[in-house]
């Protein structure tokens, strides 16, 4: 069945860039989407990419694809106190649900 | 705000009560998603609508769960006989149709149930 895997927790220090990782099961996915969870909050939909891109830059954020290899990564660029959260990789399947990962915790220290 | 929103935020129940969730999806969106998830654990489906047609049930929606989407705009999740089990939070999103239908969550109602 499908299933989404990421590392459960990365610490970084302010201004340094973080790069949170995420690999996927089912290769028919096509979009792949980054979400972030603060304390007691919903999800904020943060960026997304097409199964046929291998790159996307919005602002601080860059997104890589490695379809070969059902590899997604997110990097954050510049990473702030702010950037403090849980990060959620999720994969769209054919019927228009999203599966999620269990969430990356980053810690920004000052 | 034109954001999903979702009532209660907060609702605490004996075991064994009826609990009703709301859920307002965004104005024009025709998908509309419930999603359940438990501490340290990204959300996990539900079901979902396509305007008043819900189109899938997750097993995870056993039969005290019921969801409705009368004339396609908001939805409810009913949750009946609650179990402790059945504490976690609920999660509700909405998209637009389309291909690419990013979703757009609301802000949860966190359910315990004591």
């Known amino acids: 069945g499908e299933d989404v895997e990421q590392s459960l927790f990365l610490s970084v220090r302010e201004g340094d860039s973080s790069v949170i990782n995420c690999t996927y099961t089912d290769s028919s996915s096509t979009y792949l989407y980054w979400y972030k969870q603060e304390p007691g909050a919903g999800l904020q939909l943060l960026t997304y990419i097409f199964s046929n891109m291998d790159m996307k830059q919005d602002q601080r954020l860059t997104v890589l694809l490695n379809k070969k290899d059902k590899h997604l990564s997110l990097r954050i660029a510049d990473t702030q106190t702010g950037d403090s959260a849980i990060y959620f990789c999720?994969?769209?399947?054919?019927?228009?649900?999203?599966?999620f990962g269990s969430g990356t915790r980053l810690l920004v220290r000052p | 705000d034109t954001g999903v929103s979702q009532n209660p935020r907060h609702k605490i129940t004996k075991r064994g009560q009826n609990v009703t969730f709301r859920c307002d999806p965004i104005s024009e969106h025709n998908r509309l998603y419930w999603y359940r998830q438990t501490l340290g654990q990204g959300p996990e489906f539900l079901t979902y609508f396509q305007n008043e047609a819900q189109l899938e049930k997750s097993r995870l929606l056993s039969d005290r769960f019921s969801a409705e989407r009368p004339k396609g705009s908001f939805s409810t999740l009913e949750i009946q006989r609650t179990e402790q089990g059945d504490s976690a939070m609920y999660l509700c999103a909405s998209s637009p149709g389309g291909e690419r239908a990013e979703q757009y969550f609301g802000p949860g109602t966190r359910l315990t149930v004591t």
């Open positions: 999720a994969e769209k399947d054919s019927s228009y649900k999203l599966i």
